[in-house]
């Protein structure tokens, strides 16, 4: 079986694993074996074609992760050029014929010469080691922590472009994936970029070790002078620095230029002349300082002034085209406008409603934009997380948008495209609410929280600390649109799940625990009825995280019944601690109100059974009067301070809170099967009608 997630079926070998193995293993028998100079020859010219390819490659590729083994790439290819660099040597000390590749480098391009041949290897190492590897270095070294440090912000960007609709689930995983593999790159490239540059200083002390024994080995063994061991040694030993600093030059090239690529994604041959040569004012300015410096100063006319022609013509030729490429594009929107208005498409996208909806004025902008140092993004991720840990259902992607029509300050939400709510908030201001044991008035503008609608007032930012200090709860406007939001979705969290909510929660569950899943659906139940029975618990606030639990509850009793509402009494006896460490405290006795047994048994003498489901008859005189005592004992608990909870007996609470569901929204109905055994509950009234 799979060991730490990798898979058991092996990949064939292919030509490219052989060629890559044998490049490497190839660099090893060249450091032991002798090779002949033709073979040699070979070699070296294979070496500088690699180095070719690979810096085409790095100036041609349009992002830095299709060569995301480049860090291995140069590892690679600096061992080879070392392994070449020995092999080279050795012919060059044993036999004084390194062969024809290294000895047209010594002649043609260090000039025959030993001095010329010195001065130009000795050059070729300085551009490499102060110029290119150092920038290199540097720039990888930079690059690596910026990339790390910004990766917290990159993350909180994709969930806040999930969350707005921007991206869809697959597009977010795969630029985690995609951010997640460029660290890794640039944090790679910061090490490796030492590679190259051990390379040169490896290249530098084997030429020095090269022309001391090559001179020992031509005075002491081969029976030279002096003068000419150092003029032949040197030649040939210069031939093969220059055969491995050219390559080794080109591979610092290439790095240099793939760390430094401003743009991820860009042709870099075109963007890079655009960008040098592609204002017309540049051009103009450019020629005529050319072509004013052949006229005024000794430079040679013949060439500068035609230069600077040139350059003005090329100007007026590049703001041609600049017209010619706006006059296109402007043709071009203007027909695809036409053609999106013209599909029928754009018609049925009309018809998709988003299940939750944030709109607000243009005063609340600065709140929702990133750029202007708004977090109202960051916190709506924070609610769909916050959801998901209390009630264990995932939230709908929340929308949020301007809407000129509003008020600057004024914000709405919506659920299903119907506006449910609303609150006015004022930018650069505090909201300071008495939590009731405060006395001393502090001045302010009076208002309602728009949550709780509980009274409040609007201060400055001045008055801020002075608030705080005498005990009143003061929140930011971000904090107030959060919170508002957060409980709106709490209240309609029951209808915002849907059947492919479920069917997801389904998969993921059979995923641990396949058996339970496969009990229950679709053989005893089908997805309707699993909702149904989640939405019941989700609408009284009962979480549906311990989905095992719950599923293995209605695979023990839906055999028996298909009533959903009675399923749903089972379930949550089943998740009494829950539901108890939810409501109950277990440091102190909990007050709460019970029902009257006499009322017990007339609601339960009411209720009809049908197909569709149990109702009450109760008329309407006795509801108004079962109502009335209990928002009476409701009432007393509210003095004291406490949350509404009516205890009855199982068959009846269900049944009771249908019919309270209509008097008293929040009101807290439990029954005795769902108390735990270590809750202690002190009755403070009893309904009686």
Same mark, same amino acid.
């Not at 390819?53 to 061992?79: R, W």
């Not at 000794?298 to 060439?303: C, E, F, R, T």
């Not at 609601?603 to 489901?613: D, F, L, N, W, Y």
């Given at each position: 079986m799979p060991v730490g997630g990798t898979d058991t079926k092996k990949?064939?070998?292919?030509?490219q694993d052989i060629a890559a193995a044998l490049y490497l293993l190839a660099a090893f028998v060249f450091m032991i074996i002798t090779l002949p100079s033709v073979l040699l020859d070979i070699c070296l010219a294979f070496n500088m074609a690699i180095a070719f390819a690979v810096l085409f490659n790095t100036l041609f590729t349009k992002e830095v992760l299709d060569m995301s083994y480049y860090p291995t790439i140069l590892l690679f290819t600096t061992l080879f050029r070392i392994s070449l660099n020995i092999s080279s040597t050795k012919l060059i000390l044993t036999t004084g014929d390194p062969g024809n590749v290294v000895r047209t480098f010594g002649q043609f391009v260090g000039g025959n010469d030993l001095i010329v041949g010195t001065i130009v290897y000795i050059i070729l190492l300085i551009v490499q080691m102060v110029v290119i590897n150092k920038g290199s270095e540097r720039v990888s070294e930079v690059t690596a922590r910026f990339t790390l440090d910004a990766m917290p912000g990159k993350q909180m960007a994709i969930d806040a472009d999930l969350n707005t609709g921007a991206i869809t689930d697959q597009e977010a995983k795969e630029r985690r994936e995609k951010l997640q593999n460029e660290s890794t790159f640039f944090g790679s490239m910061d090490g490796a970029v030492k590679y190259v540059k051990g390379d040169t200083t490896a290249g530098l002390?084997? +030429?020095?070790?090269?022309?001391? #024994? $090559?001179?020992?080995?031509?005075?002491?063994?081969? $029976?030279?002078?002096?003068?000419?061991?150092?003029?032949?040694?040197?030649?040939? +030993?210069? #031939?093969d620095g220059l055969v491995g600093a050219i390559p080794s030059l080109l591979i610092s090239l290439a790095t240099g230029i793939l760390v430094t690529k401003g743009s991820k994604q860009a042709d870099f041959g075109p963007t890079l002349v655009k960008q040098v040569l592609g204002v017309p004012k540049v051009m103009y300015f450019s020629g005529a300082v050319i072509a004013f410096l052949g006229i005024v100063t000794p430079l040679n006319s013949v060439i500068f002034v035609p230069m600077g022609a040139l350059f003005v013509i090329g100007g007026r030729v590049i703001a041609n085209q600049l017209s010619v490429e706006e006059v296109v594009t402007e043709t071009k929107e203007e027909e695809t406008s036409a053609e999106e208005i013209r599909k029928p498409e754009n018609v049925v996208s009309l018809l998709n409603v988003d299940p939750i909806e944030l709109e607000f004025g243009y005063g609340i902008i600065p709140l929702a934009d990133v750029n202007q140092g708004g977090d109202l993004l960051d916190r709506v991720v924070m609610i769909r997380r916050q959801i998901a840990i209390e009630l264990g259902t995932v939230v709908p992607i929340i929308r949020l948008r301007d809407n000129i029509q509003l008020n600057p300050n004024q914000y709405?939400?919506?659920?299903? #495209?119907?506006?449910?709510?609303? $609150?006015?908030?004022?930018?650069?201001?505090?909201?300071?609410?008495?939590?009731? #044991?405060?006395?001393?008035?502090?001045?302010?503008?009076?208002t309602f929280e728009p949550s709780y609608h509980l009274p409040a007032l609007w201060i400055t930012e001045s008055q801020r600390e002075r608030a705080e200090s005498l005990g009143y709860t003061v929140v930011d406007p971000p904090s107030i649109i959060a919170t508002h939001l957060t409980e709106i979705i709490r209240q309609h969290i029951a209808e915002l799940l849907t059947r492919q909510d479920t069917q997801n929660l389904i998969n993921n569950l059979k995923e641990s625990n396949p058996e339970v899943v496969e009990e229950l659906t679709p053989k005893l139940m089908g997805v309707g009825e699993i909702q149904k029975v989640l939405q019941n618990l989700l609408q009284e606030g009962v979480s549906i995280r311990d989905l095992l639990t719950i599923f293995e509850t209605l695979a023990d009793y839906s055999p028996t019944t298909r009533d959903t509402d009675v399923l749903t009494e089972y379930v949550r006896q089943a998740l009494k601690r829950a539901i108890s460490a939810k409501f109950f405290s277990e440091y102190e006795a909990t007050s709460v109100v019970t029902l009257d047994p006499k009322v017990e048994q007339e609601i339960m003498q009411s209720v009809k059974q049908t197909e569709q489901g149990a109702y009450l008859t109760l008329p309407p005189d006795r509801t108004k009067a079962i109502m009335n005592a209990t928002e009476a004992e409701v009432r007393k608990l509210e003095e004291l301070g406490k949350m509404p909870i009516v205890v009855t007996s199982p068959i009846v609470r269900i049944y009771f809170k249908k019919l309270s569901e209509d008097y008293i929204q929040d009101l807290i109905v439990i029954s005795y099967n769902e108390v735990d055994s270590g809750v202690e509950l002190q009755s403070v009234g009893m309904i009686t009608a």
């Amino acid at each position: 079986m799979p060991v730490g997630g990798t898979d058991t079926k092996k990949r064939p070998f292919s030509i490219q694993d052989i060629a890559a193995a044998l490049y490497l293993l190839a660099a090893f028998v060249f450091m032991i074996i002798t090779l002949p100079s033709v073979l040699l020859d070979i070699c070296l010219a294979f070496n500088m074609a690699i180095a070719f390819a690979v810096l085409f490659n790095t100036l041609f590729t349009k992002e830095v992760l299709d060569m995301s083994y480049y860090p291995t790439i140069l590892l690679f290819t600096t061992l080879f050029r070392i392994s070449l660099n020995i092999s080279s040597t050795k012919l060059i000390l044993t036999t004084g014929d390194p062969g024809n590749v290294v000895r047209t480098f010594g002649q043609f391009v260090g000039g025959n010469d030993l001095i010329v041949g010195t001065i130009v290897y000795i050059i070729l190492l300085i551009v490499q080691m102060v110029v290119i590897n150092k920038g290199s270095e540097r720039v990888s070294e930079v690059t690596a922590r910026f990339t790390l440090d910004a990766m917290p912000g990159k993350q909180m960007a994709i969930d806040a472009d999930l969350n707005t609709g921007a991206i869809t689930d697959q597009e977010a995983k795969e630029r985690r994936e995609k951010l997640q593999n460029e660290s890794t790159f640039f944090g790679s490239m910061d090490g490796a970029v030492k590679y190259v540059k051990g390379d040169t200083t490896a290249g530098l002390l084997i +030429t020095a070790v090269n022309i001391i #024994g $090559g001179i020992a080995m031509g005075v002491l063994r081969r $029976g030279m002078t002096f003068p000419d061991a150092l003029q032949n040694y040197t030649i040939l +030993t210069i #031939g093969d620095g220059l055969v491995g600093a050219i390559p080794s030059l080109l591979i610092s090239l290439a790095t240099g230029i793939l760390v430094t690529k401003g743009s991820k994604q860009a042709d870099f041959g075109p963007t890079l002349v655009k960008q040098v040569l592609g204002v017309p004012k540049v051009m103009y300015f450019s020629g005529a300082v050319i072509a004013f410096l052949g006229i005024v100063t000794p430079l040679n006319s013949v060439i500068f002034v035609p230069m600077g022609a040139l350059f003005v013509i090329g100007g007026r030729v590049i703001a041609n085209q600049l017209s010619v490429e706006e006059v296109v594009t402007e043709t071009k929107e203007e027909e695809t406008s036409a053609e999106e208005i013209r599909k029928p498409e754009n018609v049925v996208s009309l018809l998709n409603v988003d299940p939750i909806e944030l709109e607000f004025g243009y005063g609340i902008i600065p709140l929702a934009d990133v750029n202007q140092g708004g977090d109202l993004l960051d916190r709506v991720v924070m609610i769909r997380r916050q959801i998901a840990i209390e009630l264990g259902t995932v939230v709908p992607i929340i929308r949020l948008r301007d809407n000129i029509q509003l008020n600057p300050n004024q914000y709405i939400i919506k659920i299903k #495209g119907i506006q449910v709510s609303e $609150g006015e908030i004022l930018f650069d201001h505090y909201m300071a609410m008495n939590p009731g #044991g405060v006395e001393e008035e502090i001045a302010g503008i009076k208002t309602f929280e728009p949550s709780y609608h509980l009274p409040a007032l609007w201060i400055t930012e001045s008055q801020r600390e002075r608030a705080e200090s005498l005990g009143y709860t003061v929140v930011d406007p971000p904090s107030i649109i959060a919170t508002h939001l957060t409980e709106i979705i709490r209240q309609h969290i029951a209808e915002l799940l849907t059947r492919q909510d479920t069917q997801n929660l389904i998969n993921n569950l059979k995923e641990s625990n396949p058996e339970v899943v496969e009990e229950l659906t679709p053989k005893l139940m089908g997805v309707g009825e699993i909702q149904k029975v989640l939405q019941n618990l989700l609408q009284e606030g009962v979480s549906i995280r311990d989905l095992l639990t719950i599923f293995e509850t209605l695979a023990d009793y839906s055999p028996t019944t298909r009533d959903t509402d009675v399923l749903t009494e089972y379930v949550r006896q089943a998740l009494k601690r829950a539901i108890s460490a939810k409501f109950f405290s277990e440091y102190e006795a909990t007050s709460v109100v019970t029902l009257d047994p006499k009322v017990e048994q007339e609601i339960m003498q009411s209720v009809k059974q049908t197909e569709q489901g149990a109702y009450l008859t109760l008329p309407p005189d006795r509801t108004k009067a079962i109502m009335n005592a209990t928002e009476a004992e409701v009432r007393k608990l509210e003095e004291l301070g406490k949350m509404p909870i009516v205890v009855t007996s199982p068959i009846v609470r269900i049944y009771f809170k249908k019919l309270s569901e209509d008097y008293i929204q929040d009101l807290i109905v439990i029954s005795y099967n769902e108390v735990d055994s270590g809750v202690e509950l002190q009755s403070v009234g009893m309904i009686t009608a």
